[in-house]
C-alpha cells in the first residue's frame, strides 16, 4: 500500500499569511495526488488535482506543487474562511489512500 | 447539477448489517467510478472502496471482506453493504464521484453510522 505522510499535522497561522503543507508518498505518484479541504460538518472539498491544478470555483490564493514522491499545497494569503483540515490523497494505485490530515488553526 | 445523497446510516450493534445508498443525479453510476470515504471521530478521512465504470470493485484492507460495494444503474444509486460491523467502523460515510478514477470531484452530504451496543 501506499503511504502518504502529512507535515506539519496541526499549524497556527493568522489571517494574511502564507502558509505551506507537505505531502510525501511512500513511492511515485505519476502525478495522482489531490488536495482536500474538510470542515467540520461539511463534505470535502476538492481544491487540487493532478498535483497542480487548480478545481473551477476554488480560490487561486490556493496552489499546488511537486511531483514524484513530494508535494506541497501552498495557501498564499489566508482568509478567515481558510481554517480547516486539509488533506492529501493518493490516486495512483489501489488502495487510494489519504495522509492523516493538517489541522490549520487561527493564530 | 451533480449531487450525491446518502442515506441508510443508523445505530447498529457490533456484528450486524446496514446498507447505505448514495443516490447520484446529474450523472450516471454506470459511466464514472464512485467511492465510498469515512471520516472516524476525531480522526482523518480512510478511503473505504470504489466501484469502477467496468464494474469491478476494490477495498480498503480493514473492509475488505466484509463490506460490499454495488450499483444499480436503473436507480443511478451506488451502493455499500456493511457486514459483521465493528465499534470502530463507528464514522461518518460520505459517497463521491472518482472523475476519470483520478480526483473526488463532487461529494455527497455524509451519513452517519454509530456501532454500539
Known amino acids: 500500500d501506499v503511504q502518504m505522510t502529512q507535515s506539519p499535522s496541526s499549524l497556527s497561522a493568522s489571517v494574511g499569511d502564507r502558509v505551506t503543507f507537505t505531502c510525501r508518498a511512500s513511492?511515485?505518484?505519476?502525478?495522482?495526488l489531490s488536495w482536500y479541504q474538510h470542515k467540520p460538518g461539511k463534505a470535502p472539498k476538492l481544491l487540487i488535482y493532478?498535483?497542480?491544478s487548480l478545481q473551477s470555483g476554488v480560490p487561486s490564493r490556493f496552489s499546488g506543487s511537486g511531483s514524484g514522491t513530494d508535494f506541497t499545497l501552498t495557501i498564499s494569503s489566508l482568509q478567515p474562511e481558510d481554517f480547516a483540515t486539509y488533506y492529501c490523497?493518493?490516486?495512483?494505485?489501489?488502495?487510494?489512500?489519504f495522509g492523516q490530515g493538517t489541522k490549520l488553526e487561527i493564530k | 447539477e451533480v449531487q450525491l445523497v446518502e442515506s441508510g446510516g443508523g445505530l447498529i450493534q457490533p456484528g450486524g448489517s446496514l446498507r447505505l445508498s448514495c443516490a447520484a443525479s446529474?450523472?450516471?453510476?454506470?459511466?464514472?467510478?464512485v467511492s465510498w470515504v469515512r471520516q472516524t471521530p476525531g480522526k482523518g478521512l480512510e478511503w473505504v472502496a470504489v466501484?469502477?465504470?467496468?464494474?469491478?470493485?476494490y477495498y480498503g484492507d480493514s473492509v475488505k471482506g466484509r463490506f460490499t460495494i454495488s450499483r444499480d444503474n436503473s436507480k443511478n444509486t451506488v451502493y455499500l453493504q456493511m457486514n459483521s460491523l465493528r465499534a470502530e467502523d463507528t464514522a461518518v460515510y460520505y459517497c463521491?464521484?472518482?472523475?476519470?478514477?483520478?480526483?473526488?470531484?463532487?461529494w455527497g452530504q455524509g451519513t452517519l453510522v454509530t456501532v454500539s451496543s
Open positions: 463521491a464521484r472518482l472523475y476519470s478514477g483520478s480526483y473526488m470531484d463532487y
Open positions: 493532478a498535483a497542480s
Open positions: 490523497q493518493q490516486t495512483y494505485t489501489t488502495p487510494l489512500t
Open positions: 466501484i469502477y465504470s467496468g464494474g469491478s470493485t
Open positions: 446529474g450523472f450516471t453510476v454506470s459511466g464514472n467510478y
Open positions: 513511492q511515485s505518484l505519476n502525478g495522482y
